[in-house]
C-alpha cells in the first residue's frame, strides 16, 4: 500500500502486516488461559486485555478491508493465515467463558460459526501440494469453534451445543488428516515458526476433546459408557502425539537454529502454550492428577518464548515504522 500525504508511518506500515498477524491474538489469549488453569489470574487478566486489544485492531481492519478494499481482502481471504480470524476469536470466547461472560462468550462463538464455513471453503480451495504449518490452521480454527462449543455447552447446561461441538471436533481430525498430507516435512528443519502448528492443532484437538469429556454431567447426560470411552481414549492419544511432536520440534529448532525475529514466530508461541493448556485440562477432565504439573512448566516455558517474541515484535515495529518515515523524507 503506498503512502499517501495524509498517512501516517505507523497506518502505513500497519497496512503491511499479513493475515497470520492474527496468531499474536491466539498465543496471548491461549497463555491468557494456561495462566488461569494454574490459577494466576492477574497475570491472565493482563495477558487477556492484551489479547482483546489486538483483537479488536486487527477485527477492524478486517472490517475496513472487507468494505473498501474488496479484492485485496479476497486474496488474503484464500490464504491460511486468515484463519486466526476465527481461532482467535474462540481462543478468546473460551477465556471469556471461564469469567463467567457467557453471553459475550457465546456472541463470539456466533462470529467465529459465521466466519468458518466462508474462510475455509477459501483457504481449503486454494491449498497447495507442498504447504507451511499453516496449513493446520484450517484443524485449528475447526476444533476452536469445537472447544468454545463444548466449553459453552458445559457452562449453560445446552446438549445441542455439545454434539454440535461433537461434529466439529471429528471434523477437525479429518482436517487434520488432510493437512498433514499437504504439510511439507522439510518445514521441521527450515520453516520460520508457523510449522509448531503441526502439534498445535493436536493440542488444541486434545484440548476440544478434554472440554467434550468435562461437558458431560449428572445435570447434562450427552455420552453413554462407550462413547465416553471413546473420547477419552482418543483425547489421550492426541494429546501422546501433540507432546511427540512438541519433542520432534523443539529438537529441531535445536539442531538448526532460527534466532531471526518473523511474524510467523507467533504460531510457535501459539502451539507451545496451547500444548500446556491441553496437558493441564485433560489432566483435569480425565483425573489424571499428575499430568498438571508438566503442564504448568510447559506453560512456562511457553510465557517465556511469549516474551522472547513480544522483544522481537516490538524491534521490529519499530524498524518498520523508522524504515517508512526514512523513505517519506527522501
Same mark, same amino acid.
Given at each position: 500500500?503506498?503512502?499517501?500525504?495524509?498517512?501516517?508511518p505507523?497506518?502505513? &506500515? &500497519? /497496512?503491511?502486516?499479513? +493475515?497470520?498477524?492474527?496468531s499474536?491474538?491466539?498465543?496471548?489469549g491461549?497463555? @491468557?488461559?494456561?495462566?488461569?488453569?494454574?490459577?494466576?489470574?492477574?497475570? @491472565?487478566?493482563?495477558?487477556?486485555?492484551?489479547?482483546?486489544? $489486538?483483537?479488536?485492531?486487527?477485527?477492524?481492519?478486517?472490517?475496513?478491508?472487507?468494505?473498501?478494499?474488496?479484492?485485496?481482502?479476497?486474496?488474503?481471504?484464500?490464504? +491460511?493465515?486468515?484463519?486466526?480470524?476465527?481461532? /482467535?476469536t474462540?481462543?478468546?470466547?473460551t477465556?471469556?467463558?471461564?469469567?463467567g461472560?457467557?453471553?459475550?462468550?457465546e456472541?463470539?462463538?456466533?462470529?467465529?460459526a459465521l466466519?468458518?464455513?466462508?474462510?475455509?471453503?477459501?483457504v481449503?480451495?486454494?491449498?497447495?501440494?507442498?504447504?507451511p504449518? $499453516?496449513?493446520?490452521? $484450517?484443524?485449528?480454527a475447526?476444533?476452536?469453534?469445537?472447544?468454545?462449543g463444548?466449553?459453552?455447552?458445559?457452562?449453560?447446561?445446552?446438549?445441542?451445543?455439545?454434539?454440535?461441538?461433537?461434529?466439529?471436533f471429528?471434523?477437525?481430525?479429518v482436517? %487434520?488428516?488432510?493437512?498433514?498430507?499437504?504439510?511439507?516435512?522439510?518445514?521441521?528443519?527450515a520453516?520460520?515458526?508457523?510449522?509448531?502448528?503441526?502439534g498445535?492443532?493436536?493440542?488444541?484437538?486434545?484440548?476440544?476433546?478434554?472440554?467434550?469429556?468435562?461437558?458431560? @454431567?449428572?445435570?447434562?447426560?450427552?455420552?453413554?459408557?462407550d462413547?465416553?470411552?471413546?473420547?477419552r481414549?482418543v483425547?489421550?492419544?492426541?494429546?501422546?502425539l501433540?507432546l511427540?511432536? %512438541?519433542?520432534v520440534?523443539?529438537?529441531?529448532?535445536?539442531g538448526?537454529r532460527?534466532?531471526? %525475529?518473523?511474524v510467523?514466530?507467533?504460531?510457535?508461541?501459539? +502451539?507451545?502454550?496451547?500444548?500446556?493448556?491441553?496437558t493441564?485440562?485433560?489432566?483435569?477432565?480425565?483425573?489424571? @492428577?499428575w499430568?498438571?504439573? +508438566?503442564?504448568?512448566?510447559?506453560?512456562?516455558?511457553?510465557?517465556a518464548?511469549?516474551l522472547?517474541v513480544?522483544?522481537?515484535?516490538?524491534?521490529?515495529a519499530?524498524a518498520?515504522?523508522?524504515?517508512v518515515s526514512s523513505?517519506?523524507?527522501?
Amino acid at each position: 500500500m503506498p503512502r499517501t500525504p495524509h498517512s501516517s508511518p505507523f497506518r502505513t &506500515w &500497519w /497496512a503491511q502486516r499479513p +493475515p497470520a498477524a492474527g496468531s499474536a491474538v491466539m498465543a496471548t489469549g491461549i497463555v @491468557s488461559v494456561g495462566l488461569h488453569l494454574s490459577g494466576y489470574e492477574v497475570v @491472565s487478566r493482563i495477558a487477556l486485555v492484551a489479547a482483546c486489544l $489486538a483483537w479488536v485492531a486487527l477485527a477492524a481492519d478486517f472490517a475496513v478491508r472487507l468494505l473498501r478494499e474488496r479484492t485485496r481482502w479476497v486474496a488474503e481471504a484464500e490464504t +491460511p493465515g486468515a484463519l486466526t480470524a476465527i481461532a /482467535a476469536t474462540t481462543v478468546l470466547g473460551t477465556r471469556f467463558s471461564a469469567l463467567g461472560r457467557q453471553q459475550l462468550a457465546e456472541a463470539l462463538l456466533a462470529l467465529a460459526a459465521l466466519l468458518w464455513p466462508v474462510l475455509i471453503v477459501l483457504v481449503v480451495g486454494h491449498w497447495k501440494r507442498r504447504m507451511p504449518g $499453516a496449513v493446520f490452521l $484450517a484443524c485449528v480454527a475447526t476444533q476452536g469453534l469445537a472447544v468454545l462449543g463444548a466449553t459453552l455447552a458445559a457452562a449453560v447446561s445446552t446438549a445441542w451445543l455439545a454434539h454440535t461441538a461433537l461434529v466439529m471436533f471429528w471434523l477437525g481430525l479429518v482436517l %487434520y488428516g488432510l493437512a498433514l498430507a499437504r504439510f511439507d516435512l522439510r518445514q521441521v528443519v527450515a520453516g520460520a515458526g508457523d510449522h509448531w502448528v503441526a502439534g498445535g492443532a493436536m493440542a488444541i484437538s486434545a484440548l476440544a476433546g478434554s472440554k467434550l469429556v468435562a461437558a458431560d @454431567s449428572t445435570n447434562l447426560y450427552l455420552w453413554n459408557a462407550d462413547d465416553r470411552g471413546v473420547l477419552r481414549a482418543v483425547t489421550v492419544a492426541l494429546l501422546v502425539l501433540d507432546l511427540s511432536w %512438541y519433542v520432534v520440534l523443539l529438537v529441531a529448532e535445536i539442531g538448526w537454529r532460527r534466532p531471526r %525475529y518473523d511474524v510467523r514466530r507467533w504460531a510457535t508461541v501459539f +502451539p507451545m502454550g496451547m500444548t500446556a493448556a491441553a496437558t493441564m485440562s485433560v489432566a483435569a477432565a480425565l483425573e489424571v @492428577s499428575w499430568l498438571k504439573t +508438566p503442564g504448568e512448566v510447559l506453560l512456562w516455558i511457553a510465557v517465556a518464548v511469549w516474551l522472547a517474541v513480544a522483544s522481537g515484535a516490538v524491534a521490529a515495529a519499530r524498524a518498520g515504522i523508522g524504515a517508512v518515515s526514512s523513505t517519506a523524507r527522501r
